[in-house]
C-alpha cells in the first residue's frame, strides 16, 4: 500500500509541474492585460509603469521562474482587477462551487444508483426501458438548456423557487438538480451494466440456489461486486462536476469559481486565473487519489499490481 501511494503521489507531483507550464503559457496567451485594465485615457507612461509593477516588462522565461518560485510559495500573486491577492480570490469563490457540486454529486447518486439497480434486476421490462429513456435524456441535454429549461418552469411560470443567487437551501435546488441531472444519466447506466454483471456471475447464482434473500444478495455481495467501477467513476465525476459548474454558476448567476474563472479570462488577469485553475486542478487530483486508495481498499490487489 506504501509504495501504491507513493506511487500515486509522485504522478500527481509530475502532473502538477507541467500543469503550471501550460497554466502559465495559455494565460498569456490571452494578449497583454494593460490595455483591459488601465483606463483608455492612461498615458504610455502608466502603461508601462504597470507592466513593470507586475513583472510583465520581463522575458517570458524569467516571469515564468518568478511565477513558478512564487507557487512553491503559495502566492499568486495580486489580481490585476481587484488589487488582492489572488489566492485568497480563489480560495473565498471555491466554497461555493465545491457546495454546488457536492449537492450535485448526492442528487446524482440518489437518482442514479436506484435507477440502475432497479433496471438490472427487472430487464425488458417497461421499467427498464423507461430508465433507458431517462438515461438519453439526461446525457443528450446540455446543462444550461436545462437550467434555463427549469428557471422558465420553477421561476417564472411557476415562482416557487429563486432563479439566482446564494445563501439559502432553496438556491442550492436548481442548479444542484441541473447538474445532478446530467451526473445520473451516467451513474445510472454504468450502475445498470455492472449489476447486470454482477447479478450474472457465478457466486450470485450459487447463493440463490442456497436460498439466501434476494435483497441480500442485492445489496451486500451484487452491488458490492459491482461498486468499484462506479466508485471510480463517481470520482471523476465530481471532477467533472466541478468544471461544469462553470457554465452553471453563469446560468444562475452563482457567485462560485468558475464565474470567477469566466471573468478572469474575460480580463485577462492571470493571476486569479493562475490561482483558480491550480486551485481546482490540486482539488481533483486529491479526490482522484483518495478514489484510488478507497478501490485499493475495496481490491487489495490494486496495491499490490
Given at each position: 500500500?506504501?509504495?501504491?501511494?507513493?506511487?500515486?503521489?509522485?504522478?500527481?507531483?509530475?502532473?502538477?509541474?507541467?500543469?503550471?507550464?501550460?497554466?502559465?503559457?495559455?494565460?498569456?496567451?490571452?494578449?497583454?492585460?494593460?490595455?483591459?485594465?488601465?483606463?483608455?485615457?492612461?498615458?504610455?507612461?502608466?502603461?508601462?509603469?504597470?507592466?513593470?509593477?507586475?513583472?510583465?516588462?520581463?522575458?517570458?522565461?524569467?516571469?515564468?521562474?518568478?511565477?513558478?518560485?512564487?507557487?512553491?510559495?503559495?502566492?499568486?500573486?495580486?489580481?490585476?482587477?481587484?488589487?488582492?491577492?489572488?489566492?485568497?480570490?480563489?480560495?473565498?469563490?471555491?466554497?461555493?462551487?465545491?457546495?454546488?457540486?457536492?449537492?450535485?454529486?448526492?442528487?446524482?447518486?440518489?437518482?442514479?444508483?436506484?435507477?440502475?439497480?432497479?433496471?438490472?434486476?427487472?430487464?425488458?421490462?417497461?421499467?427498464?426501458?423507461?430508465?433507458?429513456?431517462?438515461?438519453?435524456?439526461?446525457?443528450?441535454?446540455?446543462?444550461?438548456?436545462?437550467?434555463?429549461?427549469?428557471?422558465?418552469?420553477?421561476?417564472?411560470?411557476?415562482?416557487?423557487?429563486?432563479?439566482?443567487?446564494?445563501g439559502t437551501a432553496a438556491n442550492f435546488v436548481l442548479p444542484a438538480v441541473t447538474l445532478g441531472f446530467y451526473a445520473s444519466a451516467s451513474v445510472t447506466m454504468l450502475t445498470w451494466a455492472n449489476m447486470t454483471e454482477a447479478l450474472r456471475s457465478d457466486f450470485v447464482q450459487m447463493e440463490r440456489v442456497l436460498g439466501i434473500p434476494r435483497r441480500l444478495i442485492v445489496l451486500k455481495h451484487a452491488l458490492r461486486n459491482a461498486s468499484l467501477p462506479i466508485v471510480t467513476y463517481l470520482g471523476l465525476?465530481?471532477?467533472?462536476?466541478?468544471?461544469?459548474?462553470?457554465?452553471?454558476?453563469?446560468?444562475?448567476?452563482?457567485?462560485?469559481?468558475?464565474?470567477?474563472?469566466?471573468?478572469?479570462?474575460?480580463?485577462?488577469?492571470?493571476?486569479?486565473?493562475?490561482?483558480?485553475?491550480?486551485?481546482?486542478?490540486?482539488?481533483?487530483?486529491?479526490?482522484?487519489?483518495?478514489?484510488?486508495?478507497?478501490?485499493?481498499?475495496?481490491?487489495?490487489?490494486?496495491?499490490?499490481?
Amino acid at each position: 500500500m506504501a509504495r501504491f501511494l507513493l506511487t500515486r503521489l509522485g504522478q500527481a507531483l509530475v502532473t502538477l509541474a507541467l500543469l503550471t507550464v501550460l497554466i502559465f503559457v495559455l494565460a498569456r496567451l490571452t494578449g497583454d492585460p494593460t490595455p483591459l485594465v488601465l483606463p483608455s485615457e492612461a498615458t504610455e507612461a502608466d502603461r508601462a509603469f504597470f507592466r513593470q509593477q507586475y513583472g510583465l516588462d520581463r522575458p517570458v522565461h524569467e516571469q515564468y521562474v518568478v511565477f513558478l518560485r512564487n507557487v512553491l510559495r503559495g502566492d499568486f500573486g495580486i489580481s490585476f482587477r481587484y488589487r488582492e491577492p489572488a489566492f485568497d480570490l480563489v480560495l473565498a469563490a471555491i466554497g461555493p462551487t465545491l457546495q454546488l457540486a457536492g449537492v450535485s454529486m448526492l442528487v446524482a447518486i440518489l437518482l442514479g444508483l436506484p435507477l440502475g439497480i432497479a433496471a438490472a434486476l427487472r430487464p425488458g421490462s417497461w421499467l427498464a426501458a423507461t430508465v433507458r429513456g431517462y438515461a438519453s435524456l439526461g446525457q443528450a441535454m446540455p446543462t444550461f438548456w436545462t437550467g434555463l429549461m427549469l428557471i422558465f418552469v420553477f421561476a417564472i411560470s411557476i415562482p416557487v423557487l429563486p432563479s439566482s443567487g446564494y445563501g439559502t437551501a432553496a438556491n442550492f435546488v436548481l442548479p444542484a438538480v441541473t447538474l445532478g441531472f446530467y451526473a445520473s444519466a451516467s451513474v445510472t447506466m454504468l450502475t445498470w451494466a455492472n449489476m447486470t454483471e454482477a447479478l450474472r456471475s457465478d457466486f450470485v447464482q450459487m447463493e440463490r440456489v442456497l436460498g439466501i434473500p434476494r435483497r441480500l444478495i442485492v445489496l451486500k455481495h451484487a452491488l458490492r461486486n459491482a461498486s468499484l467501477p462506479i466508485v471510480t467513476y463517481l470520482g471523476l465525476q465530481f471532477g467533472l462536476l466541478l468544471g461544469g459548474a462553470v457554465v452553471t454558476e453563469r446560468v444562475f448567476a452563482w457567485p462560485g469559481v468558475g464565474q470567477m474563472l469566466v471573468d478572469a479570462i474575460l480580463n485577462r488577469d492571470y493571476p486569479v486565473v493562475q490561482a483558480a485553475v491550480m486551485l481546482t486542478a490540486v482539488l481533483v487530483m486529491t479526490i482522484n487519489l483518495v478514489v484510488d486508495l478507497l478501490y485499493a481498499v475495496l481490491d487489495p490487489r490494486v496495491s499490490r499490481s
